[in-house]
């Protein structure tokens, strides 16, 4: 079994800022794509950013420049520093990742975060 669990969700005023952030336990074979993603209400859920193993970073054009996503790879932990918030970044936050081999993904439960104007 494999658990995702997330912390750092709230509320937040408009140009604040949170800091997820999500930890790895279980049998967990080798990780190769740790990342985020969000869901705000009647929306589709969408990547918000992911990082690699060998560390390279992909980012949602609407959090470029706001956002910044980094890993512990010592304890299977992903971070999401995200400044300058605003209201349209209100959504569930998701943490995942991907397994190497097998190439399995795994969820966390959400946080949510709400940003006010």
């Known amino acids: 079994q494999v658990q995702l669990v997330e912390s750092g969700g709230g509320l937040v005023q408009a140009g604040g800022s949170l800091r997820l952030s999500c930890v790895a336990s279980?049998?967990?074979?080798?990780?190769?794509?740790m990342g985020w993603y969000r869901q705000a209400p009647g929306k589709q859920r969408e990547l918000v950013a992911k990082t690699t193993s060998s560390g390279s970073t992909m980012y949602a054009d609407s959090v470029k420049g706001r956002f910044t996503i980094s890993r512990d790879n010592a304890k299977n932990t992903v971070f999401l520093q995200m400044n300058s918030l605003k209201p349209e970044d209100t959504a569930v936050y998701y943490c995942y990742l991907t397994t190497l081999l097998p190439i399995l993904d795994y969820w966390g439960q959400g946080t949510q975060v709400t940003v006010s104007s």
């Open positions: 279980g049998s967990i074979s080798v990780i190769n794509v």
